[in-house]
């Protein structure tokens, strides 16, 4: 008798990303988040999971429009609906703005996903320090 084997189930690359040690004090910016491309359909649903369950239910995510591919106005993540913005604003180009009503605010730099690791690291280390580093 054989037994037939279970086929491989592909397993989900791991979350860039670093987030600043908590606090009270509103900051800036609270981590930062290296994305394997600028598809946000297809890079949002890991960066919904691995956030803080503390950070509560995202409803909203903005994005800088120029640099992310088009995507509908709102997407299904997880059986919850999410509202996806797209915005020009020139004061902030590599953030991704998380926000969760009654909860708060969250400002993650987005490392563009083609930096190499020896400069990525560096980064989202410099920006999870220095959000926590205010105040």
Known sequence: MTTALQPQIPSQPVLRMRLAPRSGMPRPIDGAWWPRSYDLLAELPSLLAGLP???GQITSVTVNGAVWSEAPGRMLVF???????????AS???TIVLLTPGR???DLLVVPPDTAEKAAEPLMAAAAAAAGDQG
Request: proline share 5%.
């Open 92 to 94: 902030a180009p590599h």
């Open 79 to 89: 059986n919850q609906v999410v509202r996806l913005h797209r915005a020009l604003a």
């Open 53 to 55: 369950r503390a950070w």
């Open 104 to 106: 708060g605010r969250w």
